[in-house]
C-alpha cells in the first residue's frame, strides 16, 4: 500500500480492478492530489464567490485583465494530433464494455468514453470503465454475451476520455485523509495505464474537460498535464484536451481558456443542455431570465446562436477544432414514421451545425452516425473547416444575456421536467447515468435543466399558459400524479430509489437557491452502497 492512501471501498484481489488500482498507479494519484487539490479547493470557493457577486446584481462580462489576451491575433494552439484532424462524427457513452465496443466500432471518427454526466460514478461503474478503456486500448476487450460475440474492429474510432468536473469527489479513495478529486482520479488512472501505449499505437492520451467556469481551471488542468507527462517520461504537448463550452462564465472567456491550455488544447464543444442548466442557475437571481419550456430553448433562440457563433468564430481565430452539440435522439423501431420525423430533426440540426462552421459533432446512438456523417460529407470537403473564420460574427455581452426566448411554459412542460428528473436521479441513484427517455438519450444534463427550471418557475411565481401560477403545491401535485408512471417510462427504476428522487424534487423547488449539482446532492447514496464509514460524506448530506 502506498502511504497516505486509503482505498474505502471492496477491491478484490487478482480481479482486473486490482490491476487498475496498483501501488504505482496509487502513488501517481497521491502525488496528483498533494500537488492540485487545494488549488482546486481554491477554484471552487472562487466560484461561490463569483456567483454571490452574480446574486448581487453584477453582470457576467469578459473579463478585463484578460483583454491583451483576446486582442493579440498572432498566438495560435497546437495542430492537431494523430487521429485528431477529422472529428466530423463523435460518438458519445458510459465506459460499461457492450458500450465501449459498439461506441469504438460504429464508424465514428471518435468516442468520448465518459465517466462523467453519462455514468453514474458508483465504484464498481469507475473502476471498470477504466478496465474496459485498457483492454480496448490493448485490443483484448472482446467478450461474449447472450450468444453473441462482441468483437473490436480492426480500425476503431479514436478514443477521447471524459473524467469528472471539478466539484466531484472521489469518496472511496482519500489520500492523507481526504478524498481525492473526482477529476484527477478518473484522469489519472487512464493517463498512468494507458498514455504509453497509446503513443505506441500511433494515437495519445486525449480528453474532454468538462464543466470549467473559469480560465484559472484551465490553467489547474494545464498545469496537471505538465506535471503528468514529466511524471511518467513522455514529451510534454503530448496531451490534447477539448473543453466543453457548458457553462455560462466559461463563454466568456473562451479566447483565455484556449490560451491557458494551448499547447495541449484540441478545441472547444458547445455542451449545450448544461450550458442552458448553467445559463438559468448562475442568473438565478434574476427575474428577467425565466425560460419557458424546456422544448423552446433550442438552439436558435438568441443567447444560445450568439455562444455558438462565438465559439466557432473564437476556435477558428486559434485554429482548433469547434465541435458542435449532442443529438439525443434514438432510432424508434416500432414506429416509421415517428422514427423518420425524429431523423429528420437530427438531419436539420446537423445541417445547421456544419454551415454555421462547426467542423464535428456528436451522437448517442450508433445508428445515428450515418445520418451525421452524410450531412458533414456533403458539406464538410475537407478534414475540418478552420479555414471558416466567421470575421462578420460581433458577439457583445449583452448577446451571451439576451434572455428573450419565444415560447411559453405549460402544464406538459411541468410534466415532462418532473418525469425526466424523477427517472433520471432514481436510475443514477441506482447506478445508472444515462437512460433512453421518450426516444432521447438523457444524461444528468437534461434532468438538471428540468430540475432548475421547476425550481425558477417556483421561485419567480411563473405561470402556466392557463394563467394558473406555479407553486410547490402545484408541482407537489404533478409530481405525484407522475410518479406511478416512472416505470413503465424507465423500468429499471426501484421504487425505493424513486422515492428518494420525488422527496429531493420536492425539496429542490422549496430552496432559496437551487444545489449547484444534482449528482452532488446525491452521491452519498452511492458512497454508502459502496460500503464507505459515513465520516466520508456526512457533511455532503
Not at 446525491?522 to 456526512?538: C, F, H, N, Q
Request: proline share 5%; glycine share 6%; hydrophobic share 40%.
Amino acid at each position: 500500500m502506498v502511504a497516505g492512501v486509503q482505498i474505502h471501498a471492496k477491491v478484490h484481489a487478482h480481479s482486473p480492478q486490482s490491476g487498475i488500482l496498483t501501488d504505482d498507479a496509487l502513488a501517481f494519484l497521491a502525488a496528483l492530489h498533494r500537488t492540485f487539490e487545494s488549488t482546486r479547493h481554491d477554484l471552487l470557493v472562487a466560484r461561490d464567490i463569483a456567483q454571490r457577486r452574480f446574486d448581487s446584481g453584477v453582470p457576467l462580462d469578459f473579463p478585463p485583465e484578460t483583454a491583451h489576451i483576446r486582442a493579440e491575433p498572432s498566438w495560435h494552439c497546437a495542430p492537431p494530433a494523430p487521429g485528431l484532424e477529422d472529428r466530423r462524427v463523435e460518438i458519445t457513452g458510459p465506459t460499461d464494455r457492450k458500450m465501449v465496443i459498439n461506441a469504438l466500432n460504429s464508424g465514428a471518427k471518435t468516442f468520448m468514453a465518459d465517466f462523467e454526466d453519462s455514468s453514474a460514478p458508483t465504484f464498481a461503474n469507475m473502476i471498470n470503465g477504466q478496465v474496459n478503456l485498457r483492454d480496448a486500448i490493448k485490443r483484448q476487450i472482446d467478450f461474449e454475451s447472450g450468444g453473441k460475440q462482441y468483437k473490436l474492429s480492426e480500425k476503431p474510432a479514436v478514443l477521447i476520455v471524459r473524467p469528472r468536473g471539478w466539484h466531484l469527489d472521489e469518496t472511496r479513495i482519500t489520500v492523507d485523509n481526504t478524498p481525492v478529486s473526482g477529476s484527477l482520479f478518473d484522469f489519472g488512472l487512464y493517463f498512468f495505464h494507458n498514455a504509453k501505449e497509446l503513443i505506441k499505437r500511433g494515437s495519445g492520451p486525449y480528453f474532454y474537460l468538462p464543466k470549467m467556469e473559469h480560465y484559472l481551471e484551465a490553467r489547474l488542468w494545464n498545469d496537471i498535464f505538465l506535471f503528468s507527462q514529466s511524471y511518467i517520461g513522455i514529451p510534454h504537448n503530448t496531451i490534447r484536451a477539448t473543453v466543453l463550452i457548458e457553462t455560462l462564465p466559461a463563454a466568456f472567456q473562451m479566447e483565455e481558456i484556449l490560451f491557458e491550455l494551448r499547447n495541449h488544447s484540441a478545441g472547444l464543444n458547445c455542451g449545450r443542455w448544461d450550458y442552458i442548466f448553467s445559463a438559468i442557475k448562475k442568473r438565478r437571481a434574476d427575474r428577467s431570465a425565466v425560460l419557458p419550456d424546456r422544448k423552446d430553448v433550442t438552439m436558435t433562440v438568441p443567447f444560445m446562436d450568439s455562444y455558438v457563433r462565438l465559439l466557432i468564430q473564437t476556435c477558428h481565430r486559434r485554429k482548433v477544432a469547434a465541435m458542435g452539440g449532442m443529438s439525443a435522439q434514438i432510432p424508434i423501431k416500432d414506429d416509421p414514421q415517428a422514427n423518420e420525423a425524429a431523423m429528420e430533426k437530427v438531419r436539420a440540426d446537423k445541417l445547421r451545425e456544419v454551415t454555421a462552421g462547426h467542423d464535428g459533432t456528436w451522437i448517442a446512438h450508433p445508428l445515428i452516425n450515418q445520418i451525421a456523417r452524410k450531412v458533414f460529407d456533403e458539406n464538410m470537403l475537407g478534414p475540418n473547416q478552420y479555414h471558416v473564420r466567421r470575421e462578420d460574427v460581433k458577439v457583445a455581452a449583452a448577446d451571451l444575456l439576451n434572455a428573450s426566448v419565444p415560447g411559453k411554459i405549460t402544464e406538459d412542460g411541468i410534466r415532462s421536467n418532473v418525469s425526466v428528473a424523477l427517472a433520471y436521479c432514481g436510475a443514477w441513484i441506482g447506478g445508472n447515468g444515462c437512460i433512453p427517455f421518450n426516444y432521447l438519450m438523457e444524461d444528468a444534463a437534461t434532468a438538471e435543466i428540468a430540475r432548475v427550471q421547476l425550481w425558477q418557475w417556483v421561485k419567480y411565481g411563473a405561470r402556466i399558459d392557463t394563467g394558473e401560477q406555479i407553486t410547490t403545491q402545484y408541482v407537489d401535485r404533478i409530481i405525484a400524479e407522475q410518479a406511478p408512471g416512472i416505470k413503465k417510462i424507465a423500468p429499471g427504476v426501484k421504487e425505493n430509489h424513486l422515492k428518494i428522487a420525488k422527496k429531493y424534487l420536492m425539496e429542490q423547488i422549496r430552496q432559496q437557491w437551487p444545489s449547484e449539482f444534482l449528482t452532488s446532492d446525491l452521491m452519498p447514496y452511492l458512497t454508502m452502497a459502496d460500503g464507505v464509514e459515513d465520516k466520508w460524506y456526512r457533511s455532503s448530506l
